[in-house]
Nanobody, 124 residues
Framework: QVQLVESGGGLVQAGGSLRLSCAAS????????MGWFRQAPGKDREFVAA????????YYADSVKGRFTISRDNAENTVYLQMNSLKPEDTAVYYC?????????????????WGQGTQVTVSS
């Protein structure tokens, strides 16, 4: 069992930056791939970024490539999402998720555990 708690969301102006954190409980965190997803009002949840268990492989949605960076610290059981050059269309609730397969994926169905989400609002 893995429990995930996101933090770091908030209100920021367009062009600004935020760093989201996702703290995980459990001894097996380092074996899980981790992902970030987001859901804007009235829209389906969508993939943002993923990282393999080792951190060696990362994956990004086209909409955030070059602006967002996913990373992890297995010693601290934490995964991060650094978000730069934020746009109003990045406004959403951001969720982190854990995938026991370990490789990283953009598919929601591959993820076994989810956090409660943190709100990110980007004003124009």
């Amino acid at each position: 069992q893995v429990q995930l708690v996101e933090s770091g969301g908030g209100l920021v102006q367009a062009g600004g930056s935020l760093r989201l954190s996702c703290a995980a409980s459990g001894r097996t965190f380092s074996s899980y791939a981790m992902g970030w997803f987001r859901q804007a009002p009235g829209k389906d949840r969508e993939f943002v970024a993923a990282i393999s268990w080792s951190g060696r492989n990362t994956y990004y949605a086209d909409s955030v490539k070059g602006r967002f960076t996913i990373s992890r610290d297995n010693a601290e059981n934490t995964v991060y999402l650094q978000m730069n050059s934020l746009k109003p269309e990045d406004t959403a609730v951001y969720y982190c998720a854990a995938d026991r397969r370990g490789t990283g994926s953009s598919y929601e169905a591959h993820y076994d555990y989810w956090g409660q989400g943190t709100q990110v609002t980007v004003s124009s």
